[in-house]
């Protein structure tokens, strides 16, 4: 029941940080600034971000969920947070500001901060920890594409 609430609760916050990431970058990948970006042959057709992002999050609450019922640590709210703001931060540095180097040093913080929670606690959660694959995946990816509209504009 406990690992139940907590899959709730992350999804909620998790699902909600989406949300106003969303929300934050506005009309940005409509927008003209970023439609008229070079960009990466390999970026991804717009749909394929929702689908990608629901099934990250939703592995993702899984694994907060089994993790925090088993790790008792005000360091791993710390990271969660960190995580969190992270995220959310992009959207608004990279659509809002056009800041493409600065959304490029907050996506590879996320990586490092996804990564250390993947290797911190991979002997707790065993093969659980791989439900941070998509995550970890779909961030090297979102990089490459970051990095590439740095390069080339």
């Known amino acids: ?36 970006l070079n960009q990466a042959p390999w970026t991804p057709p717009g749909w394929v971000f929702g689908v990608a992002w629901t099934l990250i999050m939703l592995c993702f609450s899984i694994y907060l969920s089994k993790l925090f019922s088993l790790v008792k640590s005000k360091k791993l709210i710390l990271v969660y947070v960190l995580q969190v703001f992270l995220n959310v ?20 913080a996320l990586t490092i901060v996804i990564l ?6 991979k002997q707790t959660l065993k093969n659980l920890s791989y439900l941070l694959f998509p995550y970890i995946i779909w961030l090297i990816i979102a990089t490459s594409l970051n990095a590439y509209i740095l390069i080339y504009n």
């Not at 931060?89 to 590879?108: G, K, M, P």
């Open 1 to 36: 029941m406990k690992q139940l609430l907590l899959f709730l609760i992350f999804s909620v916050i998790n699902f909600g940080g989406l949300a106003f990431g969303s929300w934050l970058m506005d009309n940005g990948p409509l927008s003209d600034w970023y439609t008229n």
């Open 89 to 108: 931060s992009w959207n608004y540095i990279f659509f809002n500001l056009h800041q493409v180097f600065l959304a490029l040093i907050v996506i590879v």
């Open 116 to 121: 250390y929670l993947f290797f911190k606690y």
